[in-house]
């Protein structure tokens, strides 16, 4: 009786430790995700332009920013409404690597011309967590 106890502690003990193995890395990219993405790139993909105008003329200038911004801008419009396109069209399906991650290159930090997931919201989003747990003191 003791060996069949413990048999079945270990056996459940055993069990439990796999349980990370339920939600891998890319559960939080799925089709609802997917689908999301397609749309919002779909309304909101027009904002790349005065977001991108912004942006340039905080780092190269107005003269800049008034043609080069303009261009670049909508270039990147176009492009994500046509990710957003090819996106809504294939949402149930795992087009990307065999996953749902966005066909694009993400928003690297020393490279100037990464996309972001969603499309910029024009300042309606904070960039600053106000929260008295990030604080240390």
Known sequence: MKILLSLSLVLVLAGSAF????????NDFGPTRKLGRAVSNLLYGITEVPSTVVKINER???????SYGVVKGVGRMFYRLH???CELFTF?????RGSYRPAYRGNIPWIHGGYEEFPPELG?????????T????
């Open 134 to 137: 990030d604080y240390g003191y």
């Open 60 to 66: 190269e200038g107005n003269s800049a920013a008034a």
């Open 124 to 132: 309606f989003e904070t960039k600053y967590r106000y929260s008295r």
């Open 92 to 96: 149930p399906f795992p087009t990307e």
């Open 19 to 26: 349980a990370d193995i339920q939600d891998p890395p890319m």
């Open 83 to 85: 990710v957003g396109l």
